[in-house]
């Protein structure tokens, strides 16, 4: 069993800045396919980025250029620092991973951002 705990979210003008953490209740290098999505209303749930346990990180292209994830492997947390950001990036945004061939998902942190 693992628990995932996102913190971070908030309101922000368009432009501006949000770092959302995810706290893993594990070693984040058990993880596999460590990342975030993300799910605006009346929309599919999109994802956003991941990081291998190597290190190695996707990002959507809508996202690349603007959201940059990182870890703290000391803390067992996976960071999503966030900026440029766009109206169009309001979402809920999910933290999931893969942990001995079970998906887990943290609760979600509201992200807004106003034009």
């Known amino acids: 069993q693992v628990q995932l705990v996102e913190s971070g979210g908030g309101s922000v003008q368009a432009g501006g800045s949000l770092r959302l953490s995810c706290a893993a209740s594990v070693s984040i290098f058990s993880i596999n396919g460590m990342g975030w999505s993300r799910q605006a209303p009346g929309k599919q749930r999109e994802l956003v980025a991941t990081?291998?346990?190597?290190?190695?990180?996707n990002y959507a292209d809508s996202v690349k250029g603007r959201f940059t994830l990182s870890r703290d492997n000391a803390k067992n947390t996976v960071y999503l620092q966030m900026n440029s950001l766009k109206p169009e990036d309001t979402a809920v945004y999910y933290c999931?991973?893969?942990?001995?061939?079970?998906?887990?998902w943290g609760q979600g942190t509201q992200v807004t951002v106003s034009s």
């Open positions: 990081i291998t346990r190597g290190g190695n990180t």
């Open positions: 999931n991973g893969w942990y001995l061939g079970n998906e887990y």
